[in-house]
């Protein structure tokens, strides 16, 4: 196995602005403040989240139980009603890393909210980007996650539609166009460049790979639909860290593909690079 093998790694991959810009503002807190807390973890990447925990950071589920300190709220961003009690508590002081791009699609979310139409959010309800979104459409939205979905809406009236940062294209572009058939629609197309770049790089490396590695957290929304975009062209694994790398994977491949999610840290990438490298002789 291995003589002629490549491995290739996609053109964007890994860390984009907002996890960046969120990772940093932890380490700057970490040296400033004796008690740092994050809602949550503040990015999905658990082996990320767990550098950070062994550096002091503690990750919380309710903001209740802390009483003096820092919380540095995440990349995907709060709720309104979250956001308005931490204002109120002003015991703890509050860090806001949710990304520019997130809070974009909040504040779009915020000014529709003020009109008498139905908002669709196209993306997962269960992500806490998506959840933090509905919570600024205060009782007038609604979440679509496919065209099933789509094909099944019963609203009335005239839609605006916003996406989730991290949907592909595809999938937004899809639902839009199964419901302009029966609704009058406006669209707010907030997918991030970042996703597109990473999204479009990984799909022109799979077309030309055997083997697709899509490393990034299991609970990381865009690492997933990279991992399907990567499944309609080849064969594709999804892994956290190398522990989960099966030797049998190589056989009978030429060129093997990796790229990361957004959050995923460049070190994790080195390290499954590394290992498959080792695997294949090269
Ligand atoms: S993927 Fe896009 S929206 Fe999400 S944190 Fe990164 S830059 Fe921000």
Redesign the pocket.
């Known amino acids: 196995m291995g003589k002629n093998v490549e491995i290739k790694i996609a053109a964007n991959a890994g860390f984009?602005?907002?996890?960046k810009r969120?990772i940093d503002l932890v380490e700057k807190t970490l040296k400033e403040k004796s008690e740092v807390y994050t809602l949550g973890p503040i990015i999905h990447n658990p082996q990320e989240v767990k550098r950070l925990e062994e550096k002091g950071v503690r990750s919380l589920n309710d903001v209740d139980c802390v009483k003096s300190g820092c919380i540095i709220l995440r990349?995907?961003g709060v709720s309104l009603e979250l956001r308005n009690r931490l204002e109120k508590n002003k015991t703890v002081s509050v860090i806001d890393a949710t990304?520019?791009?997130?809070k974009k699609a909040q504040d779009i979310v915020k000014d529709l909210s003020l009109q008498e139409t139905t908002i669709v959010i196209v993306g997962e309800k269960s992500h806490p980007e998506v959840e933090a979104l509905v919570s600024y459409g205060v009782g007038k939205c609604f979440v679509i996650e496919s065209r099933n979905e789509a094909f099944e809406f019963k609203g009335t009236g005239e839609l605006n539609i916003v996406s989730q940062?991290?949907q592909t294209p595809q999938n937004f572009n899809v639902i839009v166009e199964i419901l302009k058939k029966r609704f009058k629609v406006n669209i707010y197309n907030t997918i991030?460049?970042?996703?597109l770049e990473r999204q479009k790089s990984a799909e022109k490396l799979a077309k030309k790979s055997g083997l697709m590695i899509i490393i990034g957290g299991k609970n990381s929304g865009?690492t997933t639909r990279l991992a399907e975009i990567c499944k309609a062209q080849t064969k594709t694994r999804h892994i956290e860290t190398v522990d989960e790398i099966d030797d049998k994977w190589f056989e009978n491949v030429e060129t093997v593909g990796l790229t990361a999610g957004?959050?995923t840290p460049d070190s994790i990438i080195r390290s499954v690079e590394r290992m498959v490298g080792d695997i294949l002789g090269c």
């Open positions: 984009c602005f907002g996890v969120a990349t995907h990304c520019p791009f997130v940062t991290t991030c460049k970042a996703t865009n957004a959050s």
